[in-house]
């Protein structure tokens, strides 16, 4: 016989357990039901609905922590991708779902929301150049299960090309199937950019042309370049680690105390002129530079030094001043043969030229023809001395005309010419003058130039053809170019450079008289003045003669 099913008759208890399980289902554990006095079957189920609840608040607590605890671990992970530069992701590839950590979207200049990390958008964002090199190194890792490690560069969504530094590797399952890959992203373009710039500045030591030394503070070597290698002898090899004095001779070693006293108290010694020595310990002239290095916090951590072989300055130097010393001899014997033409010279002259005088008064015509002649010889020969002491002394005094003055050459001009009236009419000469500047020099040098020039003209004149000649000036910006020109007898072109030399002339003084200085005295005058002059012709029809002196005066 069938047991009969005892019915369950409606109790209230059922209506609080059914509301208990609605409160459990919505994480609410507040509250515990209350055991009857009955204590049957549905209290068991009460009691059991109360460990329930007791245990799955604990376990929430439990799963509420944890979160929080990796929400936390989360956010450590941002902050250090953030501050490393480093962005990860993880590729679940059966699903083909690729997480992108939020530094990585910052890396890449994508928006988490409006950039899908498929694998297609992610070689988009690599440069183009680039892309079928990483496609290339991914897919081998993909294939062999090998990690990855390589430099690429990228493409911002904003244009902006940086570089990456990107490691990875591949996970695969039971079935030697890769089921996963992850991989860090770093942006590594400064780092990259500062090797690059050490790169070039040791490119531009290694190369320099003199020998770049870097020592510590207490003097060991530390760096040795190519040209310290030629300079000195020693290699890098070699030296680097010894002690700098090795370089220094014996009588030079308490120069390393002064100089790394002036580098300690922060200051730099420059191109000092010292004395080093060779690996075969010949001693040469440097010139030294010598620099702290600095930390970033400007604390002197070493010393670069900077040396110059400058032996051979040194030599030119010393030359120099053999030369100068040369020259001043010379200036001064010059000087002194001034003194003796225009003293012991011109004195003697003067009584011949007296004695010559009385000579001829007294005595012409009591000789017989020869001796008249002589007289005449004699009395010209002296004129002529007299007048090349006085030209002579005229060239050597140049240099004691130093008052600076502004010259109107317009004025100078018109009196040269007024000056040479005489001359002038008496070779029929016609000189016109265009309008000329006002400039910076010395007035009785100007003077001497273009009355040289002038006389000359008139001088060298073609026979029985008038002289005419013509002035001017052009304004060439930093100079004045003043010309000279003239219908004369011409200069042949092999004799435009000899001209200005002293005493050179190009005729006897039968044909035209002279002493061969007033191109040399010109060119003299010029030539102080910071100028130059020369001369073009056509023999035959005339001279020109250019003279360019600059506006502003070189003393
Ligand atoms: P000097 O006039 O005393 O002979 P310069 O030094 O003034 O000496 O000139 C050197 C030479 O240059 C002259 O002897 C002459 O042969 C030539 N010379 C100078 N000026 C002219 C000129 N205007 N025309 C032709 N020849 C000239």
């Known amino acids: 016989m069938a047991e009969t099913i005892p019915v369950i008759t409606e109790d209230p208890r059922l209506e609080l357990i059914s509301q208990q399980l609605v409160n459990f289902a919505n994480a609410d554990f507040s509250s515990e039901l209350n055991i009857s006095e009955q204590r049957d079957s549905i209290d068991s189920i009460i009691i059991g609905l109360n460990l329930l609840g007791e245990e799955l608040k604990a376990h929430i607590a439990q799963a509420q922590l944890r979160e929080a605890d990796l929400k936390e671990a989360l956010h450590r992970l941002n902050v250090a991708q953030h501050l490393s530069h480093i962005g990860s992701w993880e590729w679940n590839i059966p699903e083909n779902k690729i997480e992108w950590t939020d530094e990585l979207f910052r ?15 992610y070689l988009n964002c690599i440069h183009p150049e680039d892309r ?26 904003d244009g902006i090309v940086r570089i990456h530094h990107s490691r990875g590797e591949v996970f695969t ?72 004095s090795i370089l220094f001779p014996e009588e030079r070693l308490s120069e390393e105390e002064a100089i ?138 140049i240099e004691n005309d130093n008052l600076i003055t502004d010259v109107d050459l317009a004025a100078l001009l018109k009196d040269i010419v007024e000056n040479m009236q005489s001359t002038i009419v008496a070779n029929n000469a016609v000189i016109t003058v265009d309008s000329l500047p006002v400039i910076k020099g010395y007035h009785t040098r100007m003077n001497s130039l273009f009355q040289n020039l002038i006389s000359n003209s008139i001088k060298f004149r073609k026979k029985n053809v008038a002289p005419v000649i013509h002035i001017n000036a052009t304004d060439k910006g930093n100079s004045w170019l003043f010309i000279v020109k003239d219908n004369g007898i011409g200069i042949e072109k092999d004799y435009y450079e000899k001209i200005f030399m002293l005493f050179q002339r190009l005729h006897t003084r039968n044909t035209y008289e002279g002493t061969g200085i007033g191109l040399s005295h010109c060119k003299k005058i010029v030539e102080l003045r910071g100028g130059k002059i020369w001369v073009e012709s056509v023999p035959g029809e005339g001279s020109t003669f250019y003279v360019e002196l600059p506006k502003k005066v070189i003393l």
Do not use: C
């Open 107 to 121: 890396l890449y200049g994508r928006e988490r929301g409006s950039f899908e990390t498929t694998f297609e958008n």
């Open 173 to 244: 399952g039971a079935d030697d199937r890769p089921y996963k890959m992850t991989g860090t992203a770093q942006d590594v373009t400064a780092i990259k950019e500062a090797e690059s710039k050490t790169h070039r500045l040791a490119a531009i030591v290694e190369s320099s042309s003199d020998a770049i030394i870097s020592k510590t503070l207490k003097g060991y070597i530390t760096s040795w370049n190519r040209k310290a290698e030629e300079i000195f002898g020693y290699t890098a090899d070699e030296i680097v680690g010894k002690h700098v």
């Open 132 to 157: 079928d090199f990483v496609n290339g190194k991914i897919q081998n890792a993909y294939q062999d299960h090998q990690p990855f490690d390589f430099f690429h560069r990228i493409m911002r969504a």
């Open 260 to 397: 790394m006293q002036e580098i300690r108290d922060g200051r730099s010694v420059i191109n000092y002129e010292t004395i080093r020595k060779r690996k075969d310990g010949t001693p040469f002239n440097v010139a030294i530079t010598i620099s702290p290095i600095l930390d970033s916090q400007k604390r002197i951590t070493g010393v670069s030094k900077v040396a110059r072989d400058i032996t051979e300055k040194k030599e030119a130097e010393e030359k120099l001043q053999r030369y100068t010393q040369e020259l001043e001899y010379k200036n001064n014997e010059t000087r002194q043969f001034t003194y003796v033409a225009s003293h012991d010279l011109q004195e003697p002259l003067r009584t011949i030229s007296n004695y010559i005088g009385l000579l001829a008064n007294d005595y012409t015509g009591k000789f017989d023809k020869n001796g008249d002649l002589y007289i005449k010889f004699i009395s010209r020969g002296a004129e002529r001395m007299q007048v090349l002491i006085h030209d002579l002394l005229e060239y050597t005094r």
